[in-house]
């Protein structure tokens, strides 16, 4: 299985065609850190690889309890065999704990246990520093098919969520909220594509609420490495 054209570089992963299949994608996870649309840039050796060992698991998790994903096997260290499909350019944010954008912008206090769910849509759109939106923007931006669609969306983050919550619970995190990215097969299906690592979701860990995602880059508190290794080596001791 050998990369051929790069398809895409995104902020976190880079997407290679391979040469005579057009189903599948190999994406490579990249070391580089960014934040804020990429105005804060960094890098952390190790890092990739980090997220594809988590990542990979999680796929597996959810697959387990019948979500389908765009995974298809962890080739090496940095690389992942995915399918190929368009990306839906909404990013999918489900929240169980009000932090970062949602208490900024609405003063919700930080830490606030949600009464349910919120699930979130966003555009994804650099250019526009990826705007919150409604169904209506999605429609009128054609965004999606159908209101139906986005209803799909919003029921597979919860879906995950119901999935997530017990699983990190049980390795004493808090899934605080995290950001899915979903795509369309050729035959129209939906499915869970990009990644979920402590790129794209908050832990605080359960008995000291210390975080152990991006946010440490973020809020340049240090230890980027040892915080993505701990959420590691606790998937891999569960
Ligand atoms: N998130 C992400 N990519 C983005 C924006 C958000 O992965 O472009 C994740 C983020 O890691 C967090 C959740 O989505 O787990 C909610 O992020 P929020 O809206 O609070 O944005 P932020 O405070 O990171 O700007």
């Known amino acids: 299985m050998e990369k051929s054209?790069?398809?895409?570089e995104g902020k976190g992963k880079k997407l290679f065609k391979i040469a005579g299949d057009d189903t599948q994608l190999i994406a490579e996870f990249k070391d580089d850190l960014t934040a804020f649309n990429a105005q804060k840039k960094s890098q952390e050796e190790g890092k990739g690889v980090l997220n594809n060992e988590i990542s990979t698991i999680i796929f597996n998790e959810v697959m387990k309890h019948g979500i389908e994903t765009h995974f298809?096997?962890?080739?090496?260290?940095?690389?992942?065999?995915?399918?190929?499909?368009?990306?839906?350019?909404?990013?999918?944010?489900?929240?169980?704990?009000?932090?970062g954008s949602l208490s900024k912008r609405l003063g919700i206090e930080d830490g606030k246990i949600l009464p349910f769910t919120l699930?979130?849509?966003?555009?994804?759109?650099?250019?526009?520093?990826?705007?919150?939106?409604?169904?209506?923007?999605?429609?009128?931006?054609?965004?999606?098919?159908?209101?139906?669609e986005l209803d799909v969306l919003r029921e597979l983050g919860k879906k995950v969520n119901d999935i997530l919550l017990p699983y990190f619970d049980s390795i004493n995190l808090?899934?605080?909220d995290f950001k899915l990215e979903f795509g369309k097969?050729?035959?129209?299906?939906?499915?869970?594509?990009?990644?979920?690592?402590?790129?794209?979701c908050r832990f605080w860990d359960k008995d000291t609420n210390e975080k152990l995602d991006k946010d440490r880059f973020r809020q340049d508190m240090g230890g980027v490495k040892v915080a993505y290794e701990t959420v590691r080596d606790r998937i891999l001791g569960k």
């Open 72 to 99: 298809i096997e962890k080739l090496n260290d940095r690389d992942m065999l995915v399918k190929k499909v368009d990306i839906i350019p909404i990013e999918v944010v489900v929240r169980n704990v009000a932090t």
């Open 5 to 8: 054209e790069l398809l895409y």
């Open 185 to 200: 097969t050729a035959d129209g299906k939906i499915i869970l594509a990009d990644e979920i690592s402590p790129d794209s």
């Open 174 to 176: 808090r899934l605080i």
């Open 119 to 148: 699930v979130e849509f966003y555009y994804k759109e650099d250019a526009l520093n990826d705007p919150i939106i409604n169904d209506d923007h999605a429609i009128i931006m054609e965004l999606v098919d159908d209101r139906a």
